[in-house]
């Protein structure tokens, strides 16, 4: 009830152009402007453990979720907007996702389950590796990587799979998403790309912003298409 607490405090009205404030006991540390008209307030709460970090993410009309992953860069809880769903990780994971080997040996499997407060339970597996590349986007070096993951019902039956292209910044231990496809669990494979474009931090302008910048008039003209949220997220970077 705590954590529920909290994600209704950070549910205000409707977010409008401007400057996003975290919940009290919060603090934004980087805005991310990505494609797939997404932009990104992560920030870190002083209750949770040592290197835990959120993620708020907003679209046109304002903020549609958040997650939470911490030092090994796991997926610890997330929500959905209107309605508010909770999915968070089960314990005993047979294969806990490692960021700390991901560096180390240039690739991590990882074999997890996750449960939602609606009832629903599904099991994830895949990979993540190091490509050997890096590049500068807006002034940030991130690492790319090759992932690859399928998650399932407890019957085996598919879910949604994911494969492509993510980026990873070693200072943060965080990742981000990249250009990839997707399959929905239908056999049907559709184009994916959340790769960053804009970074700001303290002080910078677009720092705190709610509104997305990129690719934004493509959604919309999309949009009777799309029925979905998971067809523009359903990537590594937003399970």
């Not at 402007?33 to 932009?39: A, E, H, N, P």
Request: glycine share 10%; charged share 25%.
């Amino acid at each position: 009830m705590k954590r529920l607490a909290l994600i209704f405090a950070l549910l205000p009205a409707p977010a409008l152009a401007g400057s996003w404030t975290p919940p009290e006991g919060c603090e934004i540390t980087m805005t991310v402007q990505s494609k797939g008209c997404r932009v990104s307030n992560h920030y870190v709460c002083k209750a949770d453990p040592p290197g835990d970090q959120w993620r708020a993410d907003f679209d046109q009309e304002g903020i549609y979720f958040y997650s939470r992953i911490n030092r090994e860069a796991e997926w610890i809880e997330s929500f959905d907007v209107n309605p508010t769903v909770r999915q968070s990780l089960d314990p005993g994971a047979e294969d806990p996702a490692s960021f700390s080997e991901l560096l180390s040996a240039g690739i991590d499997t990882y074999a997890f389950s996750l449960s939602r407060d609606d009832g629903t339970h599904s099991n994830v597996s895949g990979f993540d590796r190091l490509t050997g590349r890096s590049f500068t986007i807006d002034g940030v070096v991130l690492e790319e990587t090759e992932f690859d993951y399928t998650e399932t019902d407890d019957g085996g039956t598919v879910l949604r799979r994911a494969r492509g292209n993510e980026y990873i910044s070693r200072e943060r231990r965080n990742f981000f998403a990249g250009p990839g496809e997707t399959d929905l669990g239908d056999g049907q494979w559709r184009p994916i790309d959340g790769s960053p474009m804009d970074f700001a931090f303290p002080g910078d302008k677009g720092f705190g912003s709610t509104q997305p910048i990129y690719d934004c008039d493509a959604i919309l003209s999309m949009a009777p298409a799309v029925s979905s949220p998971d067809l523009m997220e359903a990537d590594h970077d937003q399970l």
